[in-house]
């Protein structure tokens, strides 16, 4: 399929045996099925995308219940890019039929909120001196900015501050396992967030020059 990418749910870890008897580590996402809730066209909107919906809703307000035109009550709603928008609808679905085992994927989250944390535990600081009575030294991070030019602490330092719950995106992880039926995937490694977080895949530009490549050679 010509699309970009789709919208799924990260359910957990666990472990998974290939066909020469080695053990992976995966990440089981729910990857869809997603429902095509918009079609946007570059005649009328200047590109080419479908927004997606994933995910039940408990309540639906009456203008998203007009938006949906009784395609479902979803809880999240995405836009993704494809390639020629005419060649798409709305209520088709897509999901885990989009990949195949041994692609190569990008997933994107959000991290895990870690709340406040000091400048060793967010940036690896290696903290200073233990000896000479600096008893009070020892988790602090230092010099934070210049004296007399340009006497301000420079923006975006790595200081103390808030850590995690962060957009996060993990490249090239490869699909052990791909189980439309079900509407799973099985993917190699970790993906950011928690359990039930919100997860964006999308075919790794490897994969989709591999897969252009292929289908060139076909035609």
């Known amino acids: 399929m010509n ?30 099925p997603c429902t095509v809730v918009q079609v946007k066209s570059a005649e009328n909107d200047g590109y080419s995308a479908v927004q997606l919906g994933f995910g039940a809703a408990k309540r639906v307000n009456q203008p998203m219940k007009g938006h949906l035109k009784g395609l479902g009550d979803f809880r999240y709603l995405r836009e993704v890019r494809v390639d020629d928008a005419s060649k798409w609808k709305a209520g088709q679905k897509v999901g885990a039929e989009l990949f195949n085992s041994g692609d190569h994927v990008d997933v994107t989250g959000v991290s895990k909120g870690r709340g406040f944390a000091g400048g060793m535990r967010r940036w690896g600081f290696r903290g200073g001196p233990r000896t000479h009575g600096q008893s009070d030294r020892a988790r602090a991070p230092g010099s934070i900015g210049p ?28 699909v052990i396992e791909s189980d439309p039926a079900k509407g799973l995937l099985f993917l190699e490694g970790a993906v950011p967030g928690g359990k039930n977080g919100l997860l964006r895949i999308r075919l790794s530009p490897k994969t989709s020059r ?9 035609e």
Not at 3 to 32: N, P, S, W
């Open 210 to 218: 591999a897969r252009a490549k292929a289908q060139d050679k076909a």
């Open 147 to 174: 004296g007399n030019s340009p006497g301000h602490v420079v923006k975006g330092l790595h200081m103390a501050g808030h850590m995690g719950d962060a957009r996060v995106t993990v490249r090239n992880l490869r």
């Open 3 to 32: 699309i970009e990418g789709i919208i799924g749910r990260k359910i957990g870890m666990t472990q998974l045996f290939d066909e020469k008897g080695e053990v992976h580590g995966v990440t089981v996402v729910e990857a869809g």
